[in-house]
């Protein structure tokens, strides 16, 4: 009799351990209807499933951030420049405060839209985990106008300048990165209209800024000075590297010089009839107000022909397309790379 009972009650505690384990609970209702647990007036919520819980997350992340979708595609390079721009402390320096910076930081450090969370995570016992990513829309439209604010600050800082910074380079750097912090303010802007909600104040788009940018180089002259030049061809292959960002290289009054010396020489080479001709280049872009050497540049050639003048033409030629390449190159590879000075 013992035996049974004892029999009877070990059956009985693994029926009871069985069913209390939480490998086997119900489904959430979440998992076959996220609205009916987060609903849709104060959530954007989406799941995901798959055999590893990882998976399952990243799903369901993904599925969240296809109610986006278009709006986070359109905007990536816009996301990704910004990012850029953080992450090397470009903007520390424009940011009112360390909460503001800590809050700018945060956002670039995160691929995937602020304010979302994998809220819950059911294994199915079997071989399936199913997540929920929920997005709180309060919480989120706080998160981004937070952002959109002390983007804001960023870029009125950058465009509160003095007149002489207005017509330098300087001023040009300040528009163009205010044109990236607005371009992420249209994002974030984008996103807030997707959550019903209004953005904090007025938010310009970043083409506003780039615009104020080339209006300021056309006013920016450059002063070519070529020394040795051969009808002005020298003189011509630079300036169009600079006429290709919009700047005046026509004029003899400017803070930024480029001082250029060509140099030809005949060069004789032994058991060949043919002439040739070496040409150098040497350049060196200067800010004069501050003394400051920008871009230097150096280029030489030898080149030949049955006569001398048709072998310097072919040099000359030569030195006129590598211009065009390797310096305009050059130039706008050191455009794009200046900071803003405060």
Request: glycine share 4%; hydrophobic share 45%; net charge negative.
């Amino acid at each position: 009799m013992l035996k049974r009972i004892f029999v009877l009650s070990v059956l009985v505690f693994l029926f009871v351990s069985c069913a209390s384990s939480p490998g086997i609970r119900p489904a959430p209702a979440w998992v076959n209807s996220v609205e009916a647990v987060y609903p849709r007036a104060q959530y954007i919520a989406a799941t995901g499933y798959a055999t590893s819980r990882s998976a399952a997350e990243n799903n369901a992340l993904a599925a969240l951030a296809s109610y986006f979708g278009q709006t986070i595609e359109v905007e990536r390079n816009a996301i990704s420049m910004y990012q850029q721009a953080v992450v090397n402390g470009v903007t520390d320096v424009w940011v009112n405060s360390a909460e503001m910076r800590n809050e700018i930081r945060t956002s670039a450090a995160i691929d995937n839209l602020m304010g979302v969370e994998i809220r819950e995570v059911w294994f199915d016992s079997r071989d399936t985990y199913y997540a929920v990513a929920v997005m709180e829309k309060a919480r989120a439209v706080r998160i981004y106008n937070d952002l959109i604010n002390a983007n804001q600050s960023i870029i009125s800082n950058l465009v509160d300048m003095t007149s002489a910074v207005e017509g330098s380079l300087d001023g040009v750097v300040r528009l163009r990165l205010a044109a990236v912090v607005a371009d992420m303010n249209i994002f974030y802007r984008n996103i807030l209209r997707l959550l019903d909600a209004p953005a904090a104040g007025t938010v310009n788009a970043g083409s506003y800024y780039r615009l104020e940018a080339q209006n300021i180089i056309s006013t920016i002259p450059i002063n070519i000075r070529v020394a040795n030049d051969r009808n002005g061809r020298i003189y011509g292959a630079f300036a169009r590297c600079f006429a290709d960002w919009g700047f005046d290289a026509s004029s003899a009054n400017s803070r930024y010089v480029l001082n250029v010396n060509i140099a030809m020489s005949q060069v004789n080479l032994a058991n060949d009839q043919n002439y040739f001709s070496r040409i150098e280049v040497s350049a060196v872009l200067t800010d004069t107000a501050t003394g400051t050497v920008l871009l230097p540049y150096n280029f030489n050639t030898r080149e030949g022909h049955t006569s001398l003048i048709d072998a310097e033409n072919r040099a000359i030629a030569i030195a006129e397309r590598a211009i065009n390449e390797e310096f305009g190159g050059l130039l706008s590879d050191y455009l794009n790379s200046l900071s803003p000075v405060n």
